[in-house]
């Protein structure tokens, strides 16, 4: 299957620094990436879809100020967890679609927050 | 936010055995996507279904798009050790892109 890689695959900061998540798609082209939250022992929620070249749109609940994505290019997509508090650590998943219905993931980046 | 709910939550099984789990939905679903997820990796596609009645295999895996474009099924035959891990449908909402994911199906297996 297409490839999606993030970057770093975990991550610790003190609380009210900003930190950055990189996510590329390795082999294929991405307008369009995911970016979804998951706590522990619990299902993967989605947070933004990011659009190449355009602005970001948010699933309610979620705070676009808090959580900065950038689409600069068809295959990299960055979250920046902004301001970041120990209630924002959680594992961060990217994925991106590589054809009609195929949505592949990256291996997650874990955010520690203290 | 919404999810697909996904039985049973979790399973612990002897290797050998036969698994089914299955994901329903309120709404019609055009697609239907299984993943598997390990512990601290990311979700790894094992079938998508895209019509009605469709029945697709993967291996050991097997995967049918329910009839009623409301449900899906997965069944994993002669289970062994490295299955363990939790297996999740997604599908896409609202006749949009956006994809939106099961409550998840923990299994275990027992050598």
């Known amino acids: 299957g297409a490839v999606v890689s993030q970057h770093p695959s975990w991550v610790i900061c003190k609380s009210g620094t900003s930190v950055k998540i990189e996510c590329r798609s390795l082999?294929?082209?991405?307008?369009?990436m995911f970016w979804y939250r998951q706590f522990p022992k619990q299902s993967l929620m989605l947070m933004a879809t990011s659009n190449e070249g355009s602005k970001a749109t948010y699933e309610q609940g979620v705070e676009k100020d808090k959580f900065l994505i950038n689409h600069a290019s068809l295959t990299l997509s960055t979250l920046t967890v902004t301001s970041a508090h120990p209630e924002d650590s959680s594992f961060y998943i990217c994925?991106?679609?590589?054809?009609?219905?195929?949505?592949?993931f990256g291996e997650g980046s874990r955010l520690t927050v203290l | 936010g919404q999810q697909l709910n996904q039985s049973p939550q979790s399973m612990f099984i002897q290797e050998g055995e036969d698994v089914s789990m299955n994901c329903t939905s309120s709404s019609i679903f055009n697609t239907w996507l299984w993943y598997k997820q390990e512990p601290g990796e990311g979700p790894v596609l094992l079938i998508a279904l895209y019509k009605a009645g469709e029945l697709t295999s993967n291996g050991r895996l097997t995967a049918q798009f329910g009839i009623t474009r409301k449900d899906s099924f997965l069944n994993i035959s002669a289970s062994i050790p490295s299955d363990v891990g939790i297996y999740f449908c997604a599908g896409p909402f609202g006749g949009t892109y956006k994809y939106i994911f099961g409550t998840g199906t923990r299994l275990k297996v027992l050598a």
């Open positions: 994925s991106a679609k590589a054809g009609p219905g195929e949505l592949f």
């Open positions: 082999d294929f082209q991405a307008t369009t």
